[in-house]
């Protein structure tokens, strides 16, 4: 596929999603949405993908549903409606994928671009960037955020978040629990990178298993929680060589297939 919204590359086993219409302040259009389902569609099926890293180019990370876009939405409610939809199911399958899933906020960060943000397993943010949801000024009601935000930091702070529409910037993005940390601007990339090969010399089976877990888990009860788990140990050793291979790694003293190679 050829891309015009994004630029998409592939440095060892991590994939650089990076949006590129930054006179539009990286706002979501179709085309865009066309562009991040492939992506997606990459990253789920090719194995030699360890990590996704999502980032922007210019001022901002991406600013939500481009102002065009949002003209027809209101016109036509069906079509907005199909159009979240679309925002939702992408926000969903980075929940979904396989591996880790790295937000690299450079810049604005609200509403849409909030959202896919939030869909991510991380999120280090510029020391520059701002980042919020704001739908609330402007009288709309978020399609994507609101729950997912709870979970991540909890009852009260997400309704401060969404009721007051206020901006965080960069560290106080960290201190509210938005994001992992703050680096930056000049750093960014290099920082995002670096944490997500801390993760791609694992086997993706074993991570997506645990995000997995984690996932499915979410919401269950202790116990229930204890016996998912354990079936996901019992599964995962009867139906992957990894944990016998780095078990016999370790007794042997040298390093395992999967890093060898």
């Known amino acids: 596929m050829t891309f015009t919204t994004l630029r998409y ?9 990076t949006f ?28 030699t993908i360890g990590a996704l890293i999502l980032t922007g180019e210019g001022r ?8 065009d876009l949002l003209d027809r939405a209101f016109a036509d409610l069906d079509y907005f409606d199909i159009i979240v939809a679309r925002v939702n199911g992408i926000i969903t399958r980075l929940e979904n994928l396989d591996i880790p899933t790295i937000a690299a906020n450079n ?3 609200r509403a849409g671009g909030f959202e896919i943000s939030l ?20 009288g709309v009601v978020p399609a994507a955020v609101t729950l997912r935000l ?9 309704k401060e978040i969404l009721w007051t529409a206020r901006w965080y910037k960069g560290q106080e993005a960290v201190d509210v629990g938005l994001a ?26 074993t991570l997506a298993t645990l995000k997995q877990i984690m996932r499915d888990g979410e919401r269950l009860s202790t116990a229930d929680g204890a ?29 395992p297939s999967w890093k060898a190679a």
């Open 60 to 67: 901002a990370f991406c600013v939500g549903l481009d102002l």
């Open 150 to 158: 709870k979970r991540r930091v909890g009852d009260q702070r997400a």
């Open 180 to 205: 992992m940390k703050s680096v930056p601007l000049a750093t960014l990339r290099d920082e995002a990178i670096a944490f997500a090969r801390t993760m791609t010399d694992k086997p993706r089976a």
């Open 9 to 17: 590359e592939k440095i060892d086993r991590v994939a650089i999603a």
């Open 119 to 138: 869909g991510c397993d991380f999120m280090i943010v510029a020391d520059e960037a701002k980042v919020g949801d704001v739908h609330t000024d402007a």
């Open 20 to 47: 590129a219409t930054p006179d539009n302040l990286n706002g979501i259009t179709e085309a865009r949405l066309d562009e991040l389902e492939a992506v997606l569609t990459d990253c789920e099926t090719d194995e």
């Open 227 to 255: 016996a998912l788990e354990l079936a996901a140990f019992a599964h995962y050793n009867r139906t992957q060589p990894y944990g016998r291979e780095g078990y016999s790694a370790f007794r042997e003293k040298r390093v």
């Open 107 to 109: 810049g604005f960060t």
